[in-house]
């Protein structure tokens, strides 16, 4: 169900019943030679609109482009600075709580969105508590990583082990396989180079520098990723896994207090 789609009076008549609302949360870079630039929005999307729509789940529309910057270098690659997009996320919970919503739960696709998601919630709540307003908003928000999701690490854990890598890697691209098989070609890479455990501590959750920096060290923009083992049925099988638990980690978010 994908807010987007729907008229207000069907939304009045959803809230009626729930207030829950899904917010897929992505960006737009470049995820090596043969990955799609929106394969950070693509994935979250997916499984949010397919969870959405077996369980009768409002899916807003998705935050396509996040933080970013130290992709730059690579032609196609989009940024927010975290201070717009900590703005963005703030607009998105002010307006949903504005028209009913009291449960928001961002789907993330990338990695470099996570600090200033969080950022921007404590923001948001900052600015309810310093106006004395905190008792009148009822309004939780939860971000995960779909990649977090316990079967899915699980899985792709099993299918890549240290090859699943950082960046550009094999599970994502098997995601995008999946759906969206028309617009990836058959991959001819090789494995891409490893640059040691020191690299694999520092840029674990895209704790990157300046795009410079990335393009030197990542040269053809994947971080220790064989994105060559990406499958179309691999992808299935991450997304129908993703979709199950998405569905019970919203519902448990729904009942908390």
């Not at 130290?70 to 996320?89: E, N």
């Not at 307006?95 to 009291?102: N, P, V």
């Not at 969080?118 to 948001?124: L, V, Y």
């Not at 699980?154 to 994502?172: D, I, K, M, Q, V």
């Given at each position: ?210 795009a410079a920096d990335y393009r030197r060290r990542f040269p053809d923009g994947r971080v220790i990723s064989d ?31």
């Amino acid at each position: 169900m994908r807010l987007e789609l729907q008229t207000w009076p069907k939304v009045r008549d959803y809230l009626k019943r729930s207030k829950g609302i899904v917010v897929p949360l992505g960006s737009t870079e470049q995820h090596g030679p043969e990955g799609l630039t929106g394969t950070d929005h693509l994935c979250p999307e997916a499984i949010a609109r397919r969870m959405g729509a077996a369980h009768g789940v409002l899916v807003a529309p998705t935050i396509q482009v996040g933080m970013s910057q130290f992709h730059l270098d690579f032609p196609g690659s989009l940024t927010l600075r975290p201070s717009t997009l900590m703005a963005v996320v703030r607009d998105y919970m002010a307006s949903l709580a504005r028209t009913g919503f009291e449960r928001v739960y961002f789907l993330n696709g990338h990695g470099g969105n996570v600090a200033p998601a969080r950022a921007a919630f404590q923001e948001f709540y900052a600015d309810l508590s310093m106006a004395g307003r905190d008792a009148d908003v009822k309004i939780r928000c939860k971000l995960k990583s779909w990649w977090e999701l316990p079967r899915v690490d699980a899985l792709r854990r099993e299918l890549y082990g240290t090859s699943e890598g950082f960046h550009g890697t094999p599970s994502e691209i098997a995601i995008t396989l999946a759906a969206w098989p028309e617009a990836i070609d058959e991959f001819k890479l090789a494995p891409p180079p490893s640059h040691g455990r020191n690299d694999l501590l520092e840029h674990s959750g895209d704790n990157y520098y300046e795009a410079a920096d990335y393009r030197r060290r990542f040269p053809d923009g994947r971080v220790i990723s064989d994105s060559a083992l990406a499958t179309r049925a691999a992808g299935e099988r991450l997304i129908a896994l993703a979709v199950e638990d998405l569905a019970q980690d919203y519902e448990a978010f729904l009942d908390s207090n």
